[in-house]
Nanobody, 116 residues
Framework: QVQLIESGGGLVHPGGSLNLSCVASGTLIYIWDMGWFRQAPGKQRELVARIVRKTDDANYSDSVRGRFTMTRDVAKNTVYLQMNNLEIEDTAIYYC?????????WGQGTQVTVYS
């Protein structure tokens, strides 16, 4: 079974930083479109960043562009989301995803809380 396990969430003040990790097992992240999504209470899940399969090029939502950086480490079968200058509005559960055509895999999420 394909499994994705996120880690690295936590509690930070506005302006702080966190680095999220997503370790995959049962498959190689290289063959999947890898994405980071987030979902805040009462809101729909939204795309944060994505790296297309077999590439190192990341795309970002407008709300995080310039503050977040998504990278892929094939050797570790892991993708990362470096989050800088965090804002209260970034508070959400962050999910890792692996996507190809109609097939989607999801991690259980890691909580990011930004508070003043």
């Amino acid at each position: 079974q394909v499994q994705l396990i996120e880690s690295g969430g936590g509690l930070v003040h506005p302006g702080g930083s966190l680095n999220l990790s997503c370790v995959a097992s049962g498959t190689l992240i290289y063959i999947w479109d890898m994405g980071w999504f987030r979902q805040a209470p009462g809101k729909q899940r939204e795309l944060v960043a994505r790296i297309v399969r077999k590439t190192d090029d990341a795309n970002y939502s407008d709300s995080v562009r310039g503050r977040f950086t998504m990278t892929r480490d094939v050797a570790k079968n892991t993708v990362y989301l470096q989050m800088n200058n965090l804002e209260i509005e970034d508070t959400a559960i962050y999910y890792c995803s692996a996507n190809y055509l109609s097939t989607d895999h999801w991690g259980q999420g890691t909580q990011v809380t930004v508070y003043s």
